[in-house]
């Protein structure tokens, strides 16, 4: 409660500058441009991007709808208003990637448990001793139709989220999900990113269209933007490099680096 309440604080002072005097804001008419929001300086933009990660570990993003909601209504007024500064600061926050989480949800992938963070690294551990030698080209993959390259760290892992994080659906519906895409689509207008940029920043994470075409609804706009970009065959070359590079570092690491355990 102490979070939402200093988040709606903090929307409501940051929309002052986009408010008339009249309102309570500062702009003295409608023809004054509106002024750059504070929270487009520091880390304030890869801090909110930090709190909508739900791929990160429980304890470091929001599990609830409603401050995920809000912490998107921040972040589009405080991006869109830094131009080229707030595209730089949403790529350093690893922004594309971040989208991609909230666009996932827990449409596919693994639940993943509430445990600490080292005790699911021993988890992790153990899972990679068990399936040793097995291979891991589309090893969990349901749909047997594009190999996991999803996890923020290293390559090769499977999309995993957790139940809590979605329990609002059945009050709010996918409310958040739909902000992301939204978020987007909004960026795409002429007088923010625009399109060629917003194709650009889509670029920066190799599953982004793994996401839109197996989201539901599809992102169809979305995608759109990305097939027809001239660039589209480039970033599918770099896509598919990375694809093979972390299933031959997977396959060949239980060799290059044993452990000395075994």
């Not at 021993?122 to 001793?129: G, K, P």
Request: with cysteine.
């Amino acid at each position: 409660f102490n979070r939402g309440e200093m988040l709606d604080v903090l929307i409501k002072y940051d929309e002052r500058r986009l408010l008339l005097e009249g309102e309570g804001g500062e702009r003295i008419d409608e023809s004054a441009p509106a002024a750059v929001s504070l929270f487009s300086h520091g880390r304030s933009v890869p801090h909110i991007l930090s709190r909508l990660d739900v791929s990160s570990h429980h304890t470091l993003h929001e599990h609830r709808t409603p401050m995920r909601t809000h912490l998107w209504k921040l972040l589009l007024n405080v991006v869109s208003s830094a131009g080229e500064l707030g595209r730089r600061l949403f790529r350093a926050g690893d922004g594309m990637r971040v989208v991609c989480s909230v666009m996932k949800g827990s449409a596919w992938g693994v639940e993943r448990e509430e445990v600490t963070a080292d005790e699911e690294e021993d988890r992790e551990e153990e899972e990679e001793l068990y399936h040793m030698g097995q291979g891991a080209w589309g090893l969990r993959d349901p749909y047997h139709s594009w190999p996991y390259v999803e996890d923020s760290h290293v390559l090769g892992a499977e999309h995993r989220f957790y139940n809590m994080d979605f329990l609002d659906d059945k009050f709010y519906g996918s409310k958040d999900r739909m902000l992301a895409a939204a978020f987007l689509e909004y960026m795409a207008m002429e007088g923010m990113w625009g399109e060629d940029a917003l194709v650009e920043e889509m670029m920066q994470y190799p599953n982004t269209l793994q996401t839109l075409s197996r989201v539901r609804p599809p992102g169809c706009f979305l995608m759109r933007l990305l097939l027809s970009s001239p660039c589209f065959p480039a970033y599918m070359q770099t896509v598919a490099t990375k694809i093979a590079r972390a299933c031959t570092q997977r396959s060949l690491k239980q060799m290059l680096e044993p452990d000395a355990t075994c």
